[in-house]
Structure formats: structure tokens, C-alpha cells
């Protein structure tokens, strides 16, 4: 699978009320910046393809079930189809600034995810 394969699903997320659409339109409540239901900013546009990513290959589709060993985990898949660093770091600021504006909506147990965690999570799972 290439990176092209990866972002099929995208188009469906700008196009209504979509089963994919669900996690991304969880935490948006505003009706002015969006594109049908997608927050406007580079943040979420972040936020919203791994969302796709996410539910796509774990089937959440909720916030309150997300743990952070789904982001890992999607990251190191994405870092091994070829996504450079400095993507995969835009990935996990784009989660920080949405738990940022919408904590409320993520599980209390839910650890806001870092590039060192990230780091540390890739060396104790055998990536580094």
C-alpha cells in the first residue's frame, strides 16, 4: 500500500453526513469557518485525515474512545508508508489543539499524545 491508498477515503469526509464523517464532526459546533462540518485551519484539516485513518482501521468513531496507542500506532503505520518527520509531528499537533478546544470530548483517561512519547513508544515497540 502507498500513501495514495491511504488517502482514498478522504474525498468522502467533504461530502455530508458520511460514516466518515463522524469523529470530525463530533467536535465541531460552529456554523461559520467549516466546510460541511469540517473546521476550517491546517490544525484540523490534520486532525481530520487521521480521524479517517483511525476509523478506517480501529472503526472508532468517537473521541471518547480514542487512545493515544491508536495515534501511535497510525503513525508508525503512515512512517512506514513514507510520511516524513516533520508530517507525522503537524499529525500530533493537529490532536493537541483540537483536545485543546474540546477536552470535554476525549475519554478522561486519554493522554494527550507528544513527539517524545511518540519517540519513546517507537523504541519500546521495536520501530527505532
Known amino acids: 500500500m502507498n500513501k495514495t491508498d ?4 478522504l474525498s468522502d469526509i467533504y461530502f455530508g453526513k458520511s460514516r466518515l464523517n463522524k469523529m470530525m464532526c463530533e467536535f465541531n459546533d460552529e ?7 469540517i473546521r476550517a485551519g ?3 484539516s490534520q486532525f ?3 480521524s ?6 480501529y472503526d472508532i468513531t468517537t473521541l471518547e ?5 491508536h495515534l501511535y500506532e497510525m503513525l508508525e503505520y503512515m512512517r512506514l508508508q513514507g510520511f516524513k518527520e ?4 503537524s499529525y500530533i499537533t493537529g490532536v493537541r489543539c483540537v483536545y485543546k478546544e474540546k477536552s470535554h470530548l476525549f475519554s478522561d483517561k486519554f493522554i ?3 513527539n517524545n512519547e511518540y519517540k519513546k513508544y517507537r523504541q519500546e515497540n521495536g520501530h527505532v
Open 65 to 69: 474512545v480514542l487512545k493515544t496507542s
Open 42 to 44: 491546517v490544525y484540523y
Open 6 to 9: 491511504l488517502f482514498e477515503g
Open 86 to 89: 516533520s508530517t507525522l509531528k
Open 52 to 57: 479517517i485513518y483511525v476509523l478506517n482501521k
Open 31 to 37: 456554523t461559520n469557518n467549516q466546510y460541511d462540518g
Open 112 to 114: 494527550l499524545p507528544t
Open 48 to 50: 481530520s485525515r487521521l
